[in-house]
C-alpha cells in the first residue's frame, strides 16, 4: 500500500509541470544565480573562492525551501480536496500512507539534489575536498526533511497562502541560525542555544567537514544519523495528524 501511494503521488506529480520545474529546475537556477554574484570577487592566489563556500551550503539550504514548500501545498490539496479523508476510510494504514507520500517527495529530493550539485560541480567549478556522492547525501537528507516538515505543517493549515505563511516560521529561522551567516560560537548565548538543536544546523556541521576533509569523517556522519533521526521523529508527529473518522 505505501507503494502504491509513492506511484499515486509521482504520476500526480509528473502531470504538474510546474511542480516538476520549481522541484528540478529553480534549484539549478538559483545556485547559478549565487555563482554569477561572485563570479567578479578579486581574490588573492591560493585563496579560496567565496562560491566555493556559499554554493556548497546553498546545496542543502535550497532543497530544504522547495522541498517543503512543494510538500507542504501538495499534501494541503489533498487534505482540503477530499482526498486524504476517502484514502482513510479504506483500509490502508496510516504509516502506509504517510510514507508513501514522503518516499514519493523523496525520490524528486534525491533527483533535484542530483541535479543541483552536477550543476555546481562540472558547470561552476564547485572546488572542495570532499566528493559529490557525499554533498548528494547531505542535500538528499535536506530536502526529506523539507519534506517531513511540510507533511507535519500542512496540517495547521486551511489555504495554501497559510502554508506558505509557516516559511517565515519553520524555514527562515533556520537559515538565520545554522552558522552560514555568522560562525554559531559568536552568536548571542540565546541564539547559540536555539542554533545548537535546529536541523539545519546538523546540516551545515556535516558540509563542512565534507568540505575540509576529502573522506567522510565520524563527525559527518554522526552529524547525518542526527538529521535522518529529526527526519523519522517529524514524520511520526505528522503521523499523529492524520485520524480516521468514525
Known amino acids: ?115 543541483a550539485t552536477a550543476v555546481a560541480y562540472w558547470a561552476f567549478g564547485l572546488d572542495i575536498k570532499g566528493g559529490p556522492w557525499l554533498v548528494v547525501l547531505i542535500g538528499v537528507l535536506n530536502a526529506v526533511l523539507g519534506v517531513a516538515l511540510g507533511l507535519l505543517c500542512s496540517a495547521f493549515a486551511r489555504t495554501e497562502f497559510q502554508a506558505v505563511q509557516f516559511m517565515p516560521v519553520v524555514v527562515i529561522p533556520q537559515i538565520l541560525l545554522c552558522g552560514l551567516f555568522v560562525a554559531r560560537d559568536r552568536m548571542n548565548g540565546v541564539l547559540e542555544a536555539i542554533s545548537n538543536v535546529l536541523p539545519l544546523t546538523f546540516s551545515v556541521d556535516a558540509l563542512q567537514e565534507i568540505a575540509g576533509k576529502p573522506e567522510a569523517t565520524p563527525a559527518m556522519w554522526n552529524d547525518a544519523a542526527v538529521m535522518a533521526a529529526i527526519v523519522l521523529g517529524v514524520l511520526v508527529l505528522a503521523s499523529l495528524t492524520l485520524r480516521r473518522r468514525t
Open 1 to 115: 500500500m505505501m507503494l502504491a501511494t509513492t506511484a499515486r503521488v509521482l504520476d500526480q506529480l509528473r502531470h504538474d509541470h510546474r511542480s516538476v520545474a520549481l522541484i528540478m529546475v529553480v534549484p539549478a537556477l538559483l545556485l547559478a544565480a549565487v555563482y554569477f554574484l561572485f563570479e567578479n570577487e578579486a581574490l588573492p592566489s591560493g585563496y579560496p573562492r567565496t562560491f566555493d563556500r556559499v554554493g556548497l551550503m546553498m546545496l542543502a539550504i535550497f532543497p530544504f525551501v522547495v522541498m517543503f514548500l512543494v510538500t507542504s501545498v501538495t499534501m494541503l490539496r489533498e487534505r482540503t480536496s477530499g482526498t486524504l479523508e476517502r484514502l482513510l476510510t479504506t483500509p490502508i494504514h496510516i504509516a502506509d500512507l504517510l510514507f508513501g507520500y514522503a518516499l514519493a517527495f523523496s525520490i524528486m529530493a534525491a533527483l533535484q539534489s542530483i541535479v
